[in-house]
């Protein structure tokens, strides 16, 4: 078999990479600042894959992926042409995966890398005869950037598989190139955080923020409402025009009535995130949207919440229809996903028109 090396131009969804003998890392964060964000690159969680595509165009028949061994039991997605071709369970230790049975033909492959490990991928191998190269968007195919930040519901651990957490149903029913940053017990807000989202190139920031500040009882009701502001006002340095929502926690059983150990509920944190949207637009922000999170999960969808916390793994695909439904279309038909573009869906694919 013929060996790939992996490059840069075959992944989509990190924010970078880390190049080592063992091979190539995905990160979520710059990881040459690693120590910048603390505790241990937010609380480990910045190391796993949720929502890193591996991404080639080929005509192989087969692909057999390489990666260091695994740390836990984990599932890895293959789409071919947008249609899942293969979702190969790995098991702990496993430093290999194959995707056969691809048939004939170009096609435009999507590996995605698992959602509740981190992966150290060595190598991609096809037949010698096959043709890989990094699956790169033409002009006709542009897809606008969406960063998606959140608690471990925008991470998806307990999603079918990594292509069916929220997020990436989503990004690919609405032709999106998805960032998911995702960190499970570890969306407290953080300035690092901020700055890393502001740095970034998108078109479109989603931020899903309390219900981790609530767990973990990491802001009050002195401090969450600052905290959230500086976070909002630190994005808006450099993305002062791109759409940016604002959802409030989705519905939790007890959280809903029992206060946590600063005196907060779920329901005075959808108030307070409300509040400060309204303010910002008040301010002059044309570009900020508020969604109660009990849109997209509310009382009527308890029997989704196993743990009475997390959503199952069908509640996480109603997640995706209600947030297709609800944010993404209106904002494609508004045309307010990019100031001065129109955009109008081919297919899977968004295709750009100057206005």
């Excluded at 609405?174 to 995702?182: E, I, P, V």
Aim: aromatic share 8%; charged share 20%.
């Amino acid at each position: 078999m013929k060996k790939t090396v992996l490059t840069a131009d075959y992944f989509r969804g990190a924010v970078s990479l880390a190049i080592s003998e063992e091979g190539i890392k995905p990160w979520r964060i710059p990881y040459q600042d690693y120590e910048l964000f603390a505790p241990d690159g937010i609380g480990g969680k910045a190391e796993i894959c949720a929502g890193v595509r591996l991404c080639v165009r080929s005509n192989a028949k087969q692909i057999r992926l390489t990666f260091a061994g695994i740390t836990e039991d984990a599932r890895i997605d293959c789409l071919a042409d947008g249609v899942l071709l293969a979702s190969n369970a790995l098991q702990a230790g496993d430093t290999e995966t194959v995707f056969a049975g691809m048939g004939d033909g170009r096609k435009d492959v999507e590996i995605y890398l698992p959602q509740n490990i981190g992966m150290t991928l060595s190598g991609l191998w096809t037949e010698q005869e096959a043709e890989v190269e990094p699956l790169l968007p033409t002009w006709q195919q542009v897809q606008f950037r969406w960063i998606a930040y959140g608690s471990s519901i925008t991470q998806c651990a307990g999603a079918s598989s990594p292509s069916r957490t929220w997020p990436a149903i989503a990004a690919r029913e609405c032709g999106l190139d998805l960032t998911c940053l995702g960190f499970s017990g570890n969306c407290h807000l953080e300035p690092m955080v901020a700055r890393m989202i502001r740095d970034l190139p998108t078109d479109f920031i989603s931020l899903g923020v309390g219900i981790n500040v609530y767990g973990a009882n990491s802001l009050g009701p002195r401090t969450f409402r600052p905290a959230l502001i500086g976070m909002l006002e630190t994005i808006r340095e450099r993305h002062p025009y791109t759409p940016l929502l604002v959802n409030s926690p989705l519905y939790a059983v007890h959280r809903e009535t029992d206060p946590n150990l600063l005196g907060y509920t779920l329901p005075a944190m959808r108030e307070e995130v409300e509040l400060t949207v309204e303010m910002l637009k008040q301010r002059g922000d044309q570009h900020i949207y508020y969604l109660n999170g009990l849109e997209l999960l509310g009382p009527d969808d308890e029997a989704h919440l196993p743990d009475q916390l997390h959503p199952d793994a069908a509640g996480y695909e109603l997640i995706a229809s209600r947030f297709v439904s609800k944010v993404l279309l209106p904002m494609r038909e508004r045309a307010i996903c990019r100031l001065g573009t129109v955009i109008s869906r081919a297919g899977n694919k968004v295709q750009i028109s100057k206005s």
